[in-house]
């Protein structure tokens, strides 16, 4: 644990010198805290070191800073709350955050990225809008369409240098918990692998190079007690995304996804958060294979188990030891389904731990370690993870 807390304590000391006056012990309870640097210093910012044991892309390092946005009102509002209790600066709407950050792994995969939230009104709008550049090595299975026997599938690397810009708009209804909106996705890329028959194949079929450009609708049900780490109430999205020549992509297809999670309390310590995502892609066209939804969890690599239809569950237990600290135990199972209607089940679990590194805010900060039948993956996480 000293040497997860070394790595924030490495990035702010070659920050301005103004933070040299900023306490790093919380006035209540006295413990190593983020919170008042975050509020109090013009430059300051959370570093989050990114350690990557993703199977996908093999083991890696980034960093990345989030950065807070309050004016002094604001600022001065959430120290009286975080000073009368534990978690009252935690209760307040989130402040207007911006993330900048990189990283790189030891296939040769690397990422740029920086994103920006912000809402206006007391929540009544929600703006969000992130993209990056990068470069991702990263290998594909696929059945061929169910031409292979037993079920099985094959193997081949790809290479996808790509740019990226999303952004999203949404306007709350009324004092209701749902939210509205709009969604635009753009993508630049180019496709190839080492494999010279697949290879070939990219380029005699045009999906070596893509624009892709997209726009949808999106909706949102949200009633956490703080999108940090929140420890009650749900949040529901639904995204319809329709991708057509018309908007300037080069293929035709729609996406559908539902996604939710929620966390319940049990007892005294002891919480429940719970997630479900499915996706399902549309297209009469040939797409490139980085397209297919996946299944997301932790301990399964990316693009492992693919399909036209991908559907996961999960759960996570944890039991907060104090105001502090927090362990957690989690488990999740998802499928998918292809054109040839083959299915295929992966399931995953682990531990791990948080850290509340910044207590005037609600932000956790910890370490996940995951299992699947053939990946352990290590992941540094803020948040819960869920």
């Known amino acids: 644990m000293k040497r997860l807390f070394s790595l924030p304590l490495l990035a702010l000391s070659l920050t301005a010198d103004a933070s040299a006056s900023i306490d790093f012990f919380d006035p209540v309870d006295r413990r190593f805290d983020m919170g008042n640097y975050l509020a109090e210093n013009a ?3 959370l570093p989050v070191p990114i350690l990557i044991t993703e199977p996908a892309v093999g083991y890696g390092f980034g960093v990345a800073g989030v950065f807070l946005h309050e004016s002094e009102a604001e600022k001065e509002q959430r120290k009286v709350q975080a000073l009368a209790s534990f978690d009252g600066g935690a209760k307040l709407l989130p402040p207007a955050a911006t993330v900048a950050g990189a990283l790189g792994t030891e296939n040769g995969t690397w990422f740029a990225f920086a994103g920006h939230r912000r809402t206006w009104g007391e929540d009544k709008i929600r703006y969000l809008v992130g993209g990056g550049a990068g470069e991702a090595k ?3 299975y696929t059945d061929l369409g169910g031409l292979l026997p037993g079920g099985g ?20 209804l009324g004092s209701s918990p ?10 630049q890329s180019t496709l190839s692998s080492s494999n ?7 380029r005699m079929t045009g999906l070596d190079r893509s624009t892709n450009s997209g726009l949808g609708v999106v909706a949102t049900y949200d009633t956490r007690n703080n999108i940090f780490f929140p420890t009650s109430g749900f949040e529901v999205n639904a995204e319809y995304m329709v991708h057509d020549n018309a908007i300037g992509a080069d293929y035709d297809y729609q996406t559908l996804l539902l996604e939710g999670e929620g966390y319940l309390p049990l007892a005294h310590r002891w919480s429940l958060a719970i997630a479900g995502r499915y996706e399902t892609l549309n297209s009469s066209d040939l797409l490139p294979p ?6 997301h969890l932790r301990g399964i690599s ?8 991908v559907g996961s569950v999960q759960a996570q237990l944890m039991y907060q030891l104090d105001n502090r600290w927090t362990l957690l135990g989690f488990y999740g199972i998802g499928q998918t389904r292809g054109a040839s209607s083959e299915r ?19 932000i956790h900060m910890g370490v996940d370690l995951a299992f699947s039948d053939s990946d352990t993956a290590f992941y540094i996480t803020v948040g819960t993870g869920i």
């Open 302 to 309: 990316m693009f492992r188990y693919q399909g036209e239809e």
């Open 178 to 187: 749902l939210l509205l909106g709009v969604k635009q996705l753009f993508v």
């Open 43 to 45: 430059y300051g910012f």
């Open 196 to 202: 010279v028959i697949v290879d070939g194949f990219f």
């Open 153 to 172: 599938s094959v193997k081949f690397d790809t290479q996808t240098d790509a740019a990226v810009l999303m952004q999203t708009l949404q306007f709350r």
């Open 138 to 140: 990263l290998d594909i």
């Open 344 to 362: 295929e089940t992966a399931d995953a679990y682990g531990g791990g731990f948080r850290y509340q590194i910044a207590r005037r805010y609600g």
């Open 290 to 295: 980085t397209l297919n939804p996946y299944i």
